[in-house]
């Protein structure tokens, strides 16, 4: 029996554990679940890299 988890679960997942283990921030955590969208290629793919590139955007200038 194969078992699949949605890439977004895993990085949430892995975003909690480094949370809690304090090895990353908040920002970075929400930063690396808000990729498991992108990377799972989820229905909210397309808003979070709208969202992801606006921040950037706004880091660049």
């Given at each position: 029996m194969a078992v699949t988890i949605s890439v977004t679960v895993l990085l949430a997942i892995t975003a909690i554990?480094?949370?809690r283990a304090?090895?990353?921030t908040l920002?970075?955590?929400v930063i690396v679940w808000l990729?498991?969208?992108t990377t799972a290629s989820t229905g909210l793919a397309?808003?979070?890299n709208t969202?992801?590139?606006a921040v950037a955007h706004l880091f660049h200038h």
């Open positions: 554990l480094l949370i304090r090895h990353t920002g970075t955590a990729s498991g969208f397309d808003p979070v969202a992801l590139a």
